[in-house]
């Protein structure tokens, strides 16, 4: 252990043992380097971790490498015999994780009175979130079950057996208030589209391609993250074949480009369903998506669009306000014994 732990209460954030670019562990590891800021004023400590069945990991090559991973195991057996613990685990690993907990080494410190563990997952897309029948299990092991969610429109309690099981919105670390507006002047000509596989991605592409033959198309792939960070800061138009509300999308439109996107009833809100850019079907895009980037490719429509559309964004997306419900998701856990429950915190529609 390079850190002591000098707290009886403890935050844990496990992580994927794989070593790749992932939107979801990134999400994980800045709500990490949020609340370890706030490690002495909340009175805990705060770790990352492996999942239980995960063999040894020495951390990511890709992005984050300053951060320190640690085992599982270790982490529990040595150090936090004595603490209340919360863990955070995304909602794709939760059955992995609950299955790690058959463990001599837990088993005996669960009969140990004076450790309790809460779980909270960090449902980010609820694609992937576990079936009823698989997490009902965790509720005989686990004090509290609570959830928090990326995005505004899941954010809903649920029923699990008898209990009902809360749930805060915590959205993402992005924001219009930590991230550069790039006007359309210092914009280039290109439209970023995303990795993911579509079967009419290449039709669309090539039909665009055609009728705009002046604007670059960049399909991101077999590039760095920061090769892909600059090409997403200067993008005119940004493009996904993702679920939507995704970084295609969302941080096309908070460095100050039109993102384009169809509808995903999961992800969107009314009012960003109800953008210009968002279309019904992937049919609706094919057929529209060529005039609307030529009609908005001039700084006046163009720049109307960013404004309207970054200013929506803003209320459910501003690092203000993420770093405030950080901050209140674990205050709340600190005073009402696992409860991680807040008030909604949204920005300021202008």
């Known amino acids: ?37 706030l490690e002495g004023n909340l009175g805990i400590n705060v770790f990352l971790s492996t999942h239980p069945q995960a063999p040894p990991f020495m951390g990511y090559t890709l992005h984050n490498r300053d951060v320190k991973i640690y085992d599982f195991k270790q982490l529990i057996k040595k150090s936090l015999s004595k603490s209340s613990i919360l ?92 991230y550069e507006n790039v006007p359309f002047e210092r914009k280039r000509n290109t439209l970023l589209v995303s990795h993911d596989k579509h079967p009419q991605k290449e039709t669309i592409l090539r039909s665009l391609q055609n009728a705009i033959p002046e604007l670059e198309i960049i399909v991101v792939q077999n590039m760095t993250f920061e090769e892909y960070t600059e090409h997403q800061k200067y ?28 509808n995903n009833a999961t992800f969107f809100t009314d009012d960003i369903r109800a953008f210009p850019t968002v ?30 559309t970054r200013s929506v964004i803003g209320k459910y997306y501003n690092h203000g306000c993420y770093t405030k419900r950080i901050k209140h998701i674990h205050t709340n856990w600190l005073n009402k014994k696992g409860c991680i429950t807040t008030e909604v915190i949204l920005g300021d529609i202008a």
């Open 235 to 262: 993008c005119k138009f940004g493009l996904t074949f993702g679920e939507g509300m995704d970084a295609y999308f969302l941080k096309c439109i908070l460095y100050g480009g039109v993102g384009f996107a169809v």
């Open 87 to 178: 863990f955070h685990v995304p909602e794709s690993h939760v059955v992995q994780f609950y299955k790690g907990l058959r463990h001599p080494i837990l088993d005996q410190l669960k009969e140990d009175k004076k450790l309790t563990y809460d779980l909270n997952i960090l449902n980010q897309n609820p694609d992937y979130f576990p079936e009823t029948e698989d997490l009902t299990p965790l509720l005989k092991r686990i004090r509290n079950l609570t959830q928090t969610t990326a995005h505004y429109a899941y954010n809903k309690p649920f029923q699990l057996s008898e209990k009902t099981i809360p749930s805060s919105y915590l959205g993402t670390y992005p924001g219009t208030d930590n």
């Open 1 to 37: 252990m390079h850190e002591k732990v000098d707290q009886t209460r403890v935050v844990v954030f496990l992580l994927p043992s794989e070593d790749q670019i992932s939107g979801g562990i990134i999400s994980v590891i800045s709500i990490y380097k949020e609340l370890k800021k």
């Open 279 to 308: 279309f019904d079907s992937f049919e609706q895009l094919s057929k529209n998506l060529p005039s609307i980037i030529q009609q908005l490719n001039s700084p006046e429509p163009y720049t109307a669009v960013v404004k309207t």
